[in-house]
């Protein structure tokens, strides 16, 4: 290799400048177009943030109900504009806190909910009407998102006009994030239960938020980590459209939820890349005749993977671009990772530091002046169209195998990924891909104490307490009955969100209804592969 | 010679596994014979496969914070068993925790940050 050749993460190779003639040579006009209006390169909306600047919606949640409460009224007291709410393991794998397996976990890295209960503390007091949720959510989504849906009802909200987002991306968490409980086709078809119920009784809701961000995190490159989230979420498409639903019916509510670390401008011509060849992919394969069906809607997000435990300060530089990436990516809602994210759960100080950031950039830097501020750039430009042209290969070298829930169910993505996560952590370490304070610029650290997130043992016990005083009170022959109608549908291959609803109005546990599914359904295997 | 077998472990409820896979490449790579348990086993598990592959050394990836509890959980596993088979936890280990783990029973603890080539020097020198 000619040492002055310089390439991409993705492979894409970058010439020294770009011209007139580059971008006359390879983007057709009306691919650049203009924002509002197919095929969207230069935003989903008109206005973009000179009409609704993005929103923040930093991630969070820890301990009891109680405490996120109290976490999540000082959030919005302190200008955040959406929650997106961080479950603890034994929630996020169908456990409750009561099992042997979830012994130390109880809120560690989210909070813990057991029964309805948990979200009628969490959400009380909150205007559901103007603060957005997302439920950081996927194995056990379906018990959760019935919990939010008979909470909001229960506090006197119309479901038919409630916003917010399920992650609900069961296919990206046999790849990364691990948080998978059912085999591989039963997964899916829960996740498209969810989407085809919202979108017949939830018609504002995302449902699902289609993530190439652990996709990335787990060692794919920016090409790859929008490849394959484009084919998760047309597996998900292709399994709605066969409940009967036409494109148009659900398409506007899928969003998607991406990464950004690495190269600065590779992020950003892989956004508006993206967004094109979405929006074709939309229009051209499905016939979506609905503009909003062809929207890319996403949060893209400071990554964790491009920071570091070496000079943790560093972080927050780091995060300011990535901050500027997204908004100048046109994304609609923003997260940044806090710099002490590399070492554990975001102390309140480093958390504050973010949404900060964040504002800063909103109020202070004019970012919101003009829509789209780099269209037309020669290098932008050119490139967004190189990466649409790689990431619709890549797109088709996964088609040509079969079908990405096969590649995924046997395993080979992942072997795939984690091959290069491992050449990549190589690269660091040899010195090849430059991170500064880790392979460079290195300083003999002075010896401190560490700020982490605390734990509380006692935290745990109250939720016990909790769980033991429902279970107790509960009407515990209407739970049996529920469950029983649970494992009925499941087996007559029925949408199972009306049986899990009614389950969760009965304050039946997220661990007795997940038992439930696994009767019938069973669980997951892993491959083991490295 | 014979290989060091190696069983890398992810007990508890802990999703993240870049961390254990790159470490099983770099292993590999250097010639040692590596056992992977994949996510979410359990310590009675991991003891269990460790018999079963007949390995010469346990390491645990923990990214949770869990970490104090399954080192507690392994070492009574081990002392049940009578087993004296070497063992290291590795993941997100505050630097503090190194010393708190080592006195449960590890023969090593790799705090967050810890490059891959001190770990697997680690191993070569056993």
New interface residues.
């Given amino acids: 290799m000619n040492d002055k050749d310089v390439f991409w993460e993705s492979g894409l190779k970058i010439n020294p400048l770009y011209t007139k003639e580059d971008l006359e040579k390879n983007v057709p006009e009306a691919d650049i177009g203009l924002p509002g209006e197919y095929p969207f390169t230069r935003g989903i909306h008109k206005l973009m943030y000179r009409k609704q600047p993005f929103t923040i919606r930093q991630y969070a949640g820890f301990g009891t109900p109680e405490e996120t409460h109290e976490r999540f009224l000082y959030l919005i007291k302190n200008g955040q504009t959406g929650l997106n709410v961080a479950f603890d393991l034994p929630t996020q794998t169908g456990l409750d806190s009561d099992d042997n397996r979830a012994v130390g976990e109880v809120g560690r890295v989210g909070m813990a909910v057991d029964t309805l209960a948990d979200f009628e503390t969490v959400f009380k007091d909150i205007d559901l009407d103007k603060i957005t949720v997302s439920l950081t959510i996927n194995g056990s989504a379906i018990v959760l998102v019935a919990m939010y849906l008979a909470m909001a009802q229960k506090f006197g909200f119309n479901i038919k006009n409630l916003r917010g987002t399920a992650q609900n991306d069961i296919l990206k968490e046999f790849i990364g994030r691990g948080t998978w409980i059912f085999p591989v086709p039963q997964s899916v078809k829960i996740v498209v239960d969810i989407i085809e119920y919202c979108a017949k009784e939830v018609p504002k809701y995302s449902p699902v938020s289609v993530c190439g961000y652990h996709i990335r995190e787990s060692g794919a490159n920016p090409v790859q980590e929008m490849a394959y989230a484009f084919c998760i979420a047309k597996a998900y498409i292709n399994e709605t459209l066969k409940r009967g639903i036409t494109i148009d019916e659900f398409a506007s509510r899928l969003s998607f939820n991406f990464d950004i670390h690495g190269n600065f401008f590779e992020q950003i011509a892989k956004f508006r890349g993206s967004r094109r060849l979405w929006a074709k992919i939309i229009k051209e394969e499905y016939n979506a005749k609905d503009d909003a069906s062809c929207w890319l809607r996403m949060i893209a997000g400071g990554g964790g993977g491009g920071l570091t435990k070496e000079q943790p300060e560093n972080n927050i530089i780091r995060s300011a671009y990535y901050a500027l990436i997204s908004a100048l990516s046109g994304t609609q809602t923003m997260a940044l990772c806090s710099y002490d994210e590399a070492y554990t759960i975001p102390t309140e100080k480093a958390a504050e530091i973010s949404l900060r950031t964040m504002q800063i950039l909103l109020y202070e830097m004019g970012i919101c002046d003009t829509v789209d501020p780099l269209g037309g750039s020669y290098y932008i430009e050119t490139m967004s169209t190189e990466m649409e042209n790689a990431i619709k290969k890549q797109m088709a070298d996964v088609e040509a195998q079969g079908d990405i829930v096969k590649e995924i169910a046997e395993g080979k993505i992942q072997e795939a990924i984690s091959r290069q996560a491992y050449q990549r952590e190589k690269g660091i370490q040899e010195g090849k891909v430059k991170k500064v304070g880790v392979n460079c610029f290195i300083k003999e650290e002075e010896v401190r104490t560490i700020e982490f997130h605390p734990y509380h043992e006692e935290n745990a016990m109250k939720q016990l307490e909790n769980l033991k005083k429902i279970k107790n009170e509960r009407d515990n022959n209407k739970v049996s009955e529920c469950l029983d109608k649970i494992k009925k549908d499941a087996q007559g291959n029925k949408n199972l969100m009306p049986s899990v609803i009614e389950a969760v109005k009965a304050y039946a546990t997220v661990g007795e209804i997940t038992d439930a599914m696994k009767e019938v359904y069973g669980e997951y295997e892993e491959k083991i592969y490295f | 010679m014979k290989r060091l077998r190696i069983l890398l472990g992810k007990p508890?409820?802990?999703?993240?596994?870049?961390g254990?896979?790159?470490l099983?490449?770099?292993l590999v790579e250097e010639g040692f014979d590596?056992v992977?348990?994949?996510?979410?086993k359990?310590i009675e598990q991991i003891v269990d496969k460790a018999i079963d592959v007949k390995a010469d050394v346990i390491g645990l990836s923990i990214l949770?914070?869990?970490h104090?509890?399954?080192c507690q959980q392994l070492k009574e596993e081990l002392n049940k068993r009578d087993l004296l088979i070497p063992w290291i936890v590795g993941g997100?280990i505050?630097?503090?925790d190194v010393e708190k783990i080592k006195a449960i029973g590890a023969d090593a603890a790799f705090p967050?940050?810890t490059?891959?080539?001190t770990v697997v020097n680690y191993f070569k020198q056993l």
Avoid: F, M, Q, W
């Fill in positions: 508890g409820l802990d999703g993240h596994d870049v254990v896979k790159v099983a490449h770099a590596v992977y348990t994949g996510l979410r359990t949770s914070g869990t104090i509890v399954l997100n505050p630097d503090e967050t940050g490059s891959i080539e």
